[in-house]
C-alpha cells in the first residue's frame, strides 16, 4: 500500500498522539478517548454532508454500535474488543443496509426528519426496556484482547492507543474513499443529482453504500463509547445527542477528513473548561458559535448550500 | 368498551395539546419554510412565564380567580410578542432565503441560546402553578373522571384551529397569506410586503407556541429541558398532516394522540414507539405529508 | 436505413395540459434531426419522455427495436441515448476536468470505487482528450461556475458525448448564447458529432441555425407533430407557418 504525503502526516500525528498518552494525565487520555469515539461518528455525519445530506438522527448507529457492544458482554460473555466492536459495526451494518432503502428515496429536509423519527424511535424503545436498564442504561462489562486483561490501571491507556490506531486507520480509508470515485460522485450527487442520473449512475446505489459505510463508522465510534465510558443509555439515540454530532461536523467543515478529529478534540476540552466555569452558559456558547460560523464562515464551511442556491437560480 | 371509551377521551386531550403545541410551527412552516427548532423554546418560555406569574399571583391572592386566568393568556401572549419580535427583527430576517436545511439548523443554534437564557432567568428548579387546573374540578363523563382544564384544553384548541383555519381561508389577508405560500416570488412581484407578512407569522407563530406552554404549565411541572422534549413531538405532528397545514396538523395530533392513548391503555411499552413510528410511517408512504402539496421538479 | 428511436402514439398530459398527443416518429441512424416549435408545443416533453424522466400517459418507445418504456433515465443512458439540457447541468463547486471526470468514471462502470482514486491517467487523458475536441481545454482548472454560458453548454454535451452514445438529444443547445456566438458553439457541436458518428435530434428556435445542420425537421404544436420531413418542405408548409415559424419573414422573431 502506497501513502500519500496526507496520509503519512495522519499517521506521524498519530503516533506522536498515541505516544503521548504515555505522559499525559488520566483525565486527558479519557477526554481524548471519549473525543475519538465521538469524532468516529461525526465522520458518519460528515460523509453524509458531503453527498449533501444532513442528518439529525446519526445518534441511531452510534447507540446501536454501543448497545450491540454492551449487550454482547453482558448476554453473551463475550469480552474481546475486537470481536464486541465487529458486532457493533456489523449491528449497525444490518440495520443501514434496511433503513437504507428508504432512507435514499428522500432528500434534504425530509432526509433530516425521517433520520430523525428513526433515531427517536430507537430511543422510545430502549426508554422502556426494563431488561437494558429503560432510561438509566446499564454498565458495560471490562474488555479483553486476544486473551490478555489489562490491569485495572492499564485499560484506558490501552484503549486509547487501541482507538488512535483504529482512528489513523479509518482517517486513511476516509481519505482515500473522499477521492474515489463513489466518494466524488457523492458530491456529484450534492451538487445536481438529475445529471448524475442522466450519466447511468445511479444516485440511489452511491448514496445507499454512503449510507451503510457512514453508518459502520458511526457504530465503531458508539462501540468505542461504550468501552471507555464503561456504561450506555438512551441518550445516546436522542436527538440532542445527534444535534451535538452535527454541531461538530459543522464546526469543522468537510474539507478534510482531519477535521471532525480536531473539531471534536477542541469540543471536548472547550466543553470541560466551559462547564466548569460558567455551567449554565454551555448551550448558549454553543448556540452562538454555530450561529457564527453560519454567518462568517459560510463558504468554508457551507459549500454545501451556496451549490445548492446556486442551481435552484440556474 | 369502557377503555376503548377511556382511549378516545385520554387520546382527544392529549390530541387537543399536540395540537396547541404544533399549530404555531406548522403556521411558520407553511408561510416561512422555515422549520423552527426553537418553537420548543418558545413553549417553554410560555410555561414558565405562566407558571411564575399565575404562582405568584395565587399564592399571594392578589385577586379574583377568573383573573388569574387572564393573566396567565395574557402574559403568555406578552411574551410571545416580544420574543418572536425580538428573534425575527434581531436574527431571522437576516437569514431568509437560505437553505431550509440550513435554517433548522440555525434555529437549532437559537434553540440551544433559549434553553440557558431560561436558566438564567428562572434557574433549574421546577415551578408549579397548579391553582388555574385545580380550581375547575373535575366531572364525570360516563363513569370516567375527568379534568374540566382539559376538557376545556379541547375547546380552546377547536377554537383556535379553526379560527386559524378561517382566517387563512376567509379573509383577505389569509388570501394574500397563501399566495406568499403558493409563490413568494409572484406574491412579491404582485406588491405583497412579503417581510412584513414575515414578520407578522413568525410572530403568531410564537405566540402560539408560548400560549399552549402556558395553557400547559398548570397541569405540569415547569422543569428545564421541557421545551426540548416537546419539540421532536410536534414535528411528528406536523410531519405526519404535512408541514405547513393547518388541517394537516389537526388530523396528525388526532392520530398521535389517540395512537399514544392505545399504547398507553393497552401496551405501555411502545408508547413512544408509536409516536415516533407513526411518523415514520407516514413519511416513508407519504413524505410530503397527509395534506402536503407535490411540488414539481423541472429540468 | 436502420431506424434506431421509433415512438408509437406518444401521449402525456398534465391534468388538462396536453403536452404529446399521438407521437409518432421515426429516427434513422446517422440522421441529424432538428426540432421546432413554440414554447410549450411538447420538445423538452418528448425528450424527457424517450429518455425516462417522464413517464408517458400512453404509447410505445422503441430504441433499436427494444421497448425502453419505463426504464429509468440512467438505463436509457447506459443502453445509449443520452442527452444535453436546455439549461447546462453541471457540477457548480467542481472544475471542468472534475466534471468530465466524474462522466468518464460513470460511464465506465455503475458501480463506482469506494477506494481507488477517481483521478488517474487514463480516465484524465480521456477528459482531456473530449476538452480538445470541443476546443475548451484552456477552461480545464476552472470553476464551472466561472466559465461563459456558451463554454458550459460545450461542458455539458460534452459530458453526455463521453458515453459514446448512438444517439444524442439535444435541447436547446443554443439558448441562453448571443446571436452572434451560436452558429459557431453549433458548428463546434456539429463537427464534434459528426465525427462521433453519432445520430441527433436537436431543438432550436432559430430557424437560420437549424436549416445549416439539418437533414429533416419535426415541427410540433400544441403536443402534435405538425409535420415532419425534409426541411424545405416542413418550412414551407402553411400550417407550420401559420403555427410555428409565425410567417416565411418571421424566422428572426420566432427566434427571440
Known amino acids: 500500500m502506497r501513502l500519500s504525503k496526507t496520509e503519512l502526516i495522519l499517521l506521524g500525528v498519530a503516533v506522536l498522539l498515541a505516544a503521548g498518552g504515555f505522559i499525559a494525565p488520566q483525565w486527558l487520555v479519557f477526554l481524548l478517548t471519549m473525543a475519538l469515539a465521538k469524532a468516529m461518528v461525526v465522520q458518519g455525519v460528515v460523509m453524509q454532508m458531503r453527498a449533501g445530506l444532513v442528518t439529525f438522527g446519526q445518534g441511531l448507529f452510534f447507540c446501536v454500535g454501543g448497545y450491540a457492544v454492551g449487550m454482547s458482554g453482558h448476554f453473551l460473555d463475550i469480552t474481546d474488543l475486537a470481536v464486541l466492536l465487529l458486532i457493533g459495526v456489523g449491528a449497525a451494518v444490518l440495520l443501514a443496509m434496511l433503513l437504507g432503502l428508504l432512507m435514499t428515496r428522500y432528500r434534504e429536509i425530509f432526509f433530516a426528519m425521517l433520520s430523525l423519527a428513526f433515531s427517536m424511535i430507537l430511543y422510545g424503545v430502549l426508554v422502556k426496556s426494563s431488561a437494558l436498564g429503560s432510561t438509566d442504561g446499564f454498565n458495560v462489562k471490562a474488555w479483553t484482547l486476544f486473551g490478555w486483561t489489562p490491569a485495572s490501571g492499564q485499560a484506558p491507556l490501552a484503549l486509547f492507543v487501541i482507538i488512535v490506531a483504529c482512528s489513523a486507520l479509518l482517517a486513511v480509508l476516509l481519505h482515500r474513499y473522499s477521492r474515489s470515485s463513489a466518494g466524488m460522485m457523492c458530491e456529484a450527487i450534492r451538487e445536481n443529482e438529475v445529471r448524475v442520473e442522466y450519466l447511468g449512475q445511479s444516485p440511489r446505489w452511491v448514496l445507499y453504500m454512503n449510507y451503510v459505510a457512514a453508518a459502520a463508522v458511526s457504530a465503531l465510534g458508539g462501540g468505542f463509547m461504550a468501552l471507555s465510558a464503561g456504561h450506555i443509555d438512551p441518550e445516546m439515540a436522542y ?19 482531519a477535521a471532525p478529529f480536531i473539531a471534536a478534540i477542541l469540543f471536548a476540552v472547550v466543553r470541560t473548561y466551559a462547564i466548569e466555569l460558567v455551567p449554565h452558559s454551555w448551550q448558549m456558547i454553543l448556540g452562538f458559535t454555530l450561529l457564527a460560523i453560519i454567518v462568517f464562515l459560510p463558504k468554508g464551511l457551507w459549500s454545501l448550500f451556496t451549490g445548492q442556491a446556486r442551481r435552484a437560480k440556474a | 368498551m369502557m377503555s376503548l371509551f377511556a382511549v378516545l377521551i385520554d387520546g382527544t386531550i392529549y390530541a387537543s395539546w399536540l395540537f396547541l403545541v404544533a399549530a404555531g410551527l406548522t403556521v411558520i412552516y407553511g408561510v416561512m419554510r422555515i422549520l423552527n427548532m426553537a418553537h420548543g423554546s418558545f413553549y417553554a418560555i410560555g410555561a414558565y412565564t405562566a407558571a411564575s406569574l399565575v404562582g405568584w399571583y395565587f399564592n399571594n391572592g392578589i385577586g379574583p380567580v377568573w383573573a388569574g386566568y387572564l393573566l396567565m393568556l395574557g402574559c403568555a401572549l406578552v411574551a410571545g410578542l416580544i420574543v418572536g419580535l425580538i428573534i425575527e427583527r434581531g436574527l431571522l430576517r437576516f437569514m431568509y432565503g437560505r437553505d431550509e436545511v440550513l435554517m433548522v439548523i440555525i434555529t437549532y443554534a437559537l434553540l440551544l441560546v433559549l434553553e440557558d437564557t431560561m436558566k438564567m432567568i428562572w434557574g433549574v428548579n421546577p415551578y408549579f402553578a397548579y391553582q388555574p387546573y385545580a380550581e375547575m374540578g373535575r366531572s364525570a363523563l360516563a363513569g370516567l373522571k375527568v379534568s374540566n382544564y382539559d376538557l376545556m384544553l379541547v375547546g380552546v384548541s377547536a377554537v383556535l384551529g379553526l379560527g386559524l383555519w378561517l382566517w387563512l381561508e376567509r379573509t383577505h389577508q389569509g388570501k394574500v397569506l397563501r399566495a406568499v405560500i403558493h409563490d413568494r416570488e409572484v406574491a412579491m412581484a404582485m406588491g405583497v410586503n412579503v417581510r412584513r407578512m414575515f414578520t407578522l407569522v413568525f410572530v403568531l407563530g410564537t405566540m402560539l407556541g408560548t400560549l399552549a406552554g402556558a395553557l400547559t404549565a398548570p397541569a405540569i411541572s415547569v422543569v428545564p429541558g421541557m421545551g426540548v422534549e416537546i419539540i421532536v413531538l410536534a414535528f411528528a405532528v406536523v410531519v405526519i398532516g404535512g408541514m405547513g397545514s393547518i388541517e394537516g396538523a389537526a388530523v396528525g395530533a388526532l392520530l398521535v394522540g389517540l395512537s399514544r392513548a392505545a399504547a398507553v391503555h393497552y401496551a405501555p411499552e411502545f408508547e413512544l414507539f408509536v409516536i415516533y413510528g407513526v411518523m415514520a410511517l407516514v413519511l416513508a408512504v407519504r413524505p410530503q405529508g397527509l395534506f402536503g402539496r407535490v411540488l414539481a421538479r423541472k429540468i | 436505413m436502420n431506424c434506431i428511436l421509433e415512438t408509437k402514439g406518444l401521449c402525456k398530459s398534465f391534468g388538462a395540459v396536453t403536452a404529446a398527443k399521438d407521437v409518432n416518429v421515426r429516427i434513422h441512424k446517422g440522421e441529424v434531426v432538428g426540432v421546432i416549435g413554440s414554447n410549450g408545443a411538447g420538445k423538452t416533453t418528448f425528450i424527457n419522455m424517450v429518455t425516462g424522466y417522464l413517464k408517458p400517459s400512453s404509447g410505445e418507445i422503441l430504441f433499436n427495436g427494444q421497448s425502453i418504456l419505463g426504464r429509468t433515465p440512467r438505463a436509457i443512458t447506459r443502453a445509449g441515448m443520452a442527452r444535453s439540457f436546455q439549461v447546462a447541468q453541471l457540477f457548480p463547486q467542481l472544475s471542468v476536468l472534475e466534471n468530465l471526470l466524474i462522466a468518464v468514471s460513470a460511464a465506465q462502470s455503475p458501480f463506482p470505487s469506494l477506494l481507488a482514486p477517481m483521478r488517474n491517467a487514463s480516465r484524465i487523458a480521456q477528459a482531456d482528450a473530449i476538452l480538445a475536441e ?28 463521453i458515453g459514446d452514445p448512438q444517439m444524442l438529444l439535444l435541447d436547446e443547445p443554443t439558448s441562453g448564447v448571443s446571436a452572434e456566438e451560436k452558429t459557431a458553439l453549433m458548428d463546434t457541436v456539429m463537427r464534434v458529432v459528426a465525427q462521433h458518428q453519432v445520430t441527433v435530434l ?13 437533414s429533416r425537421i419535426l415541427a410540433f404544436y400544441s403536443g402534435e407533430v405538425l409535420a415532419d420531413g425534409a426541411p424545405e418542405a416542413v418550412l414551407a408548409n402553411a400550417r407550420v407557418q401559420e403555427f410555428v415559424t409565425g410567417g416565411p419573414h418571421a424566422h428572426k422573431r420566432a427566434a427571440q
Open chain 1, 239 to 257: 436527538w440532542i445527542t445527534s444535534g451535538e454530532f452535527v454541531f461538530i461536523a459543522l464546526l469543522g467543515g468537510t474539507a478534510h477528513v
Open chain 3, 202 to 214: 436537436f431543438v432550436e428556435h432559430d430557424m437560420d441555425v437549424v436549416r445549416r445542420y439539418v
Open chain 3, 134 to 161: 470541443f476546443d475548451i481545454s484552456r477552461w480545464r482548472d476552472t470553476q464551472v461556475t466561472a466559465v461563459p454560458q456558451g463554454v458550459r453548454k460545450l461542458i455539458d454535451i460534452a459530458m453526455a458525448l
